[in-house]
């Protein structure tokens, strides 16, 4: 069965620069969420959509944005990059009206900040 | 203000043995949904078990259960007959209010290991 797909799976990028990553959610899941894993901690939410509409928004820094496209893939794109960005950044889809409250998360993409 | 409480950075249990990890969340909601999520050292966050505010029973999925005690707010997570292919990081959600597309808080995590 398909599953949400991140690319890249590895990123590493210096300071200052920017970085995009993208998230193809599960056929037919039309909400995404995005979570940031910094090492050795729980996932932080960052920002959700519904839709391609914004859901909900948790600790997202202005230097990122997000959006969720026509296709329902979503994409983070991160400016300014800095050391303390480095971190696992998971995407996870879900139909809004399911009955099962699974969240499906992808296998998350590694961001190195040098 | 912290809203999904684990108590226990690490565990240990001896292979074949049962564990609990614990898990207690604050919420004035009286909708919401509990989840458990496993995190091996792969990365990746393995869905292992959901309950419902409104669900009577105790979910179960396997060898896991969640012994959820709603008066208490707690949803610790049962493990029977552990095996090595459980040491792993061990996740406890909520997800708050009636809306489906709220967004789900973590807990810190406990670490399990499981001794042969």
């Known amino acids: 069965a398909a599953g949400v797909i991140q690319s890249p799976r590895h990123l590493i990028k210096e300071k200052r620069e920017t970085a995009t990553l993208k998230c193809y959610p599960i056929?037919?899941?039309?909400?995404v969420y995005w979570y940031q894993q910094g090492p050795g901690q729980d996932p932080q939410f960052l920002i959700s959509f519904y839709e391609k509409m914004q859901s909900d928004k948790g600790s997202i820094p202005d230097r990122f944005s997000a959006q969720q496209f026509s296709d329902y893939h979503s994409e983070l794109n991160m400016s300014s990059l800095e050391l303390g960005d480095s971190a696992l950044y998971f995407c996870?889809?879900?139909?809004?009206?399911?009955?099962?409250?699974?969240?499906?998360f992808g296998s998350g993409t590694q961001l190195s900040v040098l | 203000a912290q809203k999904i409480t684990q108590t226990q950075p690490g565990m240990f249990v001896q292979e074949k043995e049962a564990v609990t990890l614990d898990c207690t969340y604050d919420?004035?909601?009286?909708?919401?949904?509990l989840f458990w999520y496993k995190q091996p050292s792969s990365g990746e966050m393995i869905f292992l078990i959901y309950q419902g505010s409104y669900d009577e029973q105790n979910a179960t999925e396997g060898r896991y259960s969640l012994n959820f005690q709603k008066a208490r707010k707690s949803a610790n997570l049962v493990i029977s007959a552990s095996q090595l292919g459980d040491s792993a990081m061990y996740f406890c959600a909520m997800r708050e209010g009636p809306y489906n597309n709220n967004d789900m808080r973590f807990g810190a995590g406990t670490r399990l290991t499981v001794k042969p």
């Open positions: 056929p037919r899941h039309d909400t």
């Open positions: 919420t004035s909601d009286q909708s919401y949904g």
């Open positions: 996870a889809s879900r139909i809004n009206r399911a009955r099962n409250e699974k969240l499906f």
